[in-house]
């Protein structure tokens, strides 16, 4: 493996080879795991330090009303990720079943199904952005200011909606074939270079907003030519893929397409159900004013920077139970699928206990206003609490995503952001309960922790493993 004497490949090891030797976990599946695994936490990490990044150098340039409007683009934006995020679920599932049974044709007739899905639900959507932006921030936000800057963001960075799409299916194609280091490379450098040029259109330039969304666009814009040149290539030079592409065949199977179609909508609505949720709850934040706002938004930040190591435990664990059933191998299958969630959850706790500690000097990088630090040191203290969930639920995500067992996901995304989070956030705004802000507190934690329940309990019954049955390559499917 490239790079593997990589920190984050080193702490992982050593925290994963610490939990064989109490038992917990099977010594010889930690090096697998750790190697799939690594490359796209690093990935999640580049990826979010950017958005991070993003959020740091607005507040830095324009201030806190700045953070605010972003805010309140922030959900719309985060579209691109649910219904392209959704799509490349079903994919990996697709393919690590048919790399594991080496159905080869198969395996590249779903990357190019899942391309195609992909593009005809997000290209619509990027057009809406561009055309009605400050309509639809206005359907959320509030402050003449704060909706000015979303408005601005919006209107430029819904040019790169159907790229980001497009970017995610190519990376789950390449994890579900047993590589995270490629996506690593094509998707890390990209986050480099949107960190790069925000920092030069930001301060060297001083286009504000407009330029943080135009260093989006462009980085995506960027990956995406990579992975397209590359899938049909088998690899840029350097960067070999394990699967290719070939674009002189038949290149949609009815069949195929309509299985994605059966393993995608359950995730894209699981994804929708989440961010959708960002819109009403973003609308309450918004009745706390600007500067609760703003906190908020750096919490959320910080906690998808926390939540980076799901990017490779979800994906290692859908990617290896995956090829495992696709061998028609269940009992392995259930092993690698208990291993990655144990090693997910330690490491989660870990790095909520070192947030939760730092959260006043990790808030004095975003904000330095003594009104608002307080409240932004708070925020992401319950952010912190609230990410260990995300690590169980993450991890027991995984070997449902890989079965075709997708609907659980969405079931408990639904009840844990509309039946209990969002209305406990509302509780906050009612007069005469005396909630205030505890409320979002509770809403915050929540969110994550009732779904972590839901999906860890179906991951528990094993019926995933019936499920994929249904799902298998015919090379598998009477094992």
Not at 223 to 240: K, N
Not at 298 to 327: C, H, I, K, Y
Not at 377 to 386: E, L, P, Q, R
């Amino acid at each position: 493996m490239p790079f593997s004497w990589n920190p984050v490949r080193i702490v992982l090891l050593t925290v994963g080879r610490l939990l064989s030797r109490l038992g917990l976990i099977e010594a010889e599946r930690v090096d697998r795991a750790v190697d799939l695994s690594w490359p796209r936490i690093v990935t999640g990490l580049a990826r979010m330090s950017k958005s991070t990044a993003d959020v740091a150098m607005v507040g830095i340039a324009l201030g806190s009303q700045a953070i605010a409007g972003i805010g309140y683009a922030a959900p719309f934006w985060g579209l691109a990720f649910a219904l392209g995020g959704g799509v490349a679920g079903g994919t990996i599932g697709m393919v690590s079943q048919r790399f594991g049974a080496e159905a080869y044709d198969e395996l590249a007739r779903s990357v190019t199904a899942s391309a195609l899905l992909t593009a005809v639900i997000t290209i619509p959507v990027g057009a809406l952005f561009v055309l009605v932006p400050g309509r639809l921030v206005d359907l959320i936000g509030s402050g003449q200011q704060a909706t000015s800057y979303g408005t601005d963001y919006l209107r430029i960075v819904g040019l790169g909606v159907p790229f980001a799409a497009l970017n995610l299916v190519g990376s789950r194609a390449l994890v579900g074939a047993d590589d995270a280091w490629s996506p690593m490379i094509l998707r890390g450098g990209g986050a480099i270079v949107n960190i790069v040029l925000n920092a030069v259109l930001l301060f060297g330039l001083q286009m504000g907003v407009v330029g943080a969304a135009i260093g989006t666009v462009v980085a995506n814009v960027l990956v995406f030519a990579a992975f397209v040149v590359g899938l049909p290539r088998g690899g840029l030079p350097g960067v070999p893929f394990p699967i290719h592409i070939p674009l002189h065949r038949p290149l949609l199977d009815r069949d195929l397409l309509s299985d994605l179609v059966d393993m995608a909508t359950p995730l894209v609505a699981t994804n929708l159900a989440r961010n959708g949720s960002q819109f009403p709850k973003t609308a309450i934040v918004a009745m706390f004013g600007p500067n609760v706002v703003a906190a908020y938004v750096v919490a959320m930040r910080v906690r998808a920077l926390m939540d980076t190591p799901n990017w490779g435990f979800s994906l290692a664990s859908s990617s290896l139970v995956g090829q495992a059933l696709g061998e028609g191998e269940e009992r392995l299958a259930d092993l690698w699928a208990r291993d990655v969630l144990r090693l997910s959850m330690t490491v989660y706790v870990l790095i909520a206990a070192g947030v939760f500690v730092l959260a006043r000097p990790i808030s004095r990088v975003f904000v330095e206003e003594p009104a608002i630090l307080p409240l932004v040191t708070v925020f992401v203290a319950v952010a912190a609490v609230s990410v260990v969930f995300s690590g169980v639920n993450g991890g027991a995500t995984g070997p449902l995503r890989a079965s075709g067992d997708t609907r659980w996901p969405l079931y408990s995304q639904l009840v844990g952001m509309y039946a209990v989070a969002i209305p406990m956030a509302y509780l906050g705004t009612a007069s005469g309960l005396g909630l205030g802000r505890p409320a979002l507190y509770a809403a915050i934690v929540l969110e994550m922790a009732v779904p972590a329940a839901i999906t860890y309990y179906r991951y528990q019954t094993g019926t995933w493993k019936i499920v994929s049955r249904g799902f298998r390559p015919d090379a598998a499917a009477g094992d």
